[in-house]
T-cell receptor, first 115, second 114 residues
Framework: DVKVTQSSRYLVKRTGEKVFLECVQD?????MFWYRQDPGLGLRLIYF???????EKGDIPEGYSVSREKKERFSLILESASTNQTSMYLC??????????????FGSGTQLSVL | AQSVSQHNHHVILSEAASLELGCNYS??????LFWYVQYPGQHLQLLLK??????LVKGIKGFEAEFIKSKFSFNLRKPSVQWSDTAEYFC????????????FGTGTRLKVLA
C-alpha cells in the first residue's frame, strides 16, 4: 500500500523561526500536496506540485513556500513562523490524473504549535 | 473561485438511523467528485468517487452518493448508520480550469450514538 510519511507528528516552534515540514511518498507519485486542517475550516490547499521542481499555489500560500528537489519528497517551509500558522498540516500524494488515479493518499499529519 | 460547501457541520444520529450529508460545489465545468472520511486518530481515506457515467455511486462500508448536475450537488447517504461510522466526512472536487486543483469542503463531524 502507498505510504506517505511526514517527518514529525508534533512540532513546537517559536514565533519567527524558520520551520521545515518534510513529506516523503514511496509510490513514485507525480502529484504532491500540502494542506492545513483547522476545525470548522476543513482542509485548505497551501501548495501542490505535479512534477519535480514544479510548484503551484493553492488557496492560502501566503507565509509558506515549498521545495520539490526529488520526486518522492515535498517540503513545506514556513519562512518566519507566526501564531496563526498553528495548525495540523497534512501532506498527500496521487498518481497522474488520467482516469482513475485521482485518489489522494494522506500522511498522518504534523500538528504544529507556534508559540 | 471554486468552492465546496458542506451545510452540516455537526450531525448526531442514533444507530440504525439514515444519513444524508450535503455537498454543493461552485464550478460550471467538468468536475470529479469525492467523499473522504477521517476516523478518529486515522488518516483521511477515500470513501467513494464520481468521474462520469451513473450518477449514483457506491463506496465502501455501505455508503453511496448521488451526483445531481443541475443542483451542483453530491450528497452522501447511508441507509442505516453504525457506531463505527463516527468520523469526520469531507467532500472534495477536482476542478479543471487552468491547473488542476483538489479542493475540500469544511467537513461534517458525525457522531453515532450506540
Amino acid at each position: 500500500d502507498v505510504k506517505v510519511t511526514q517527518s514529525s507528528r508534533y512540532l513546537v516552534k517559536r514565533t519567527g523561526e524558520k520551520v521545515f515540514l518534510e513529506c516523503v511518498q514511496d509510490m513514485d507519485h507525480e502529484n504532491m500536496f500540502w494542506y492545513r486542517q483547522d476545525p470548522g475550516l476543513g482542509l485548505r490547499l497551501i501548495y501542490f506540485s505535479y512534477d519535480v521542481k514544479m510548484k503551484e499555489k493553492g488557496d492560502i500560500p501566503e507565509g509558506y513556500s515549498v521545495s520539490r528537489e526529488k520526486k518522492e519528497r515535498f517540503s513545506l517551509i514556513l519562512e518566519s513562523a507566526s501564531t496563526n500558522q498553528t495548525s495540523m498540516y497534512l501532506c498527500a500524494s496521487s498518481g497522474t490524473w488520467t482516469g482513475g488515479n485521482e485518489k489522494l493518499f494522506f500522511g498522518s499529519g504534523t500538528q504544529l504549535s507556534v508559540l | 473561485a471554486q468552492s465546496v460547501s458542506q451545510h452540516n457541520h455537526h450531525v448526531i444520529l442514533s444507530e440504525a438511523a439514515s444519513l444524508e450529508l450535503g455537498c454543493n460545489y461552485s464550478y460550471g465545468g467538468t468536475v470529479n467528485l469525492f467523499w473522504y472520511v477521517q476516523y478518529p486518530g486515522q488518516h483521511l481515506q477515500l470513501l467513494l468517487k464520481y468521474f462520469s457515467g451513473d450518477p449514483l455511486v457506491k463506496g465502501i462500508k455501505g455508503f453511496e452518493a448521488e451526483f445531481i448536475k443541475s443542483k451542483f450537488s453530491f450528497n452522501l447517504r447511508k441507509p442505516s448508520v453504525q457506531w463505527s461510522d463516527t468520523a469526520e466526512y469531507f467532500c472534495a472536487v477536482i476542478t479543471t480550469s487552468g491547473t488542476y486543483k483538489y479542493i475540500f469542503g469544511t467537513g461534517t463531524r458525525l457522531k453515532v450514538l450506540a
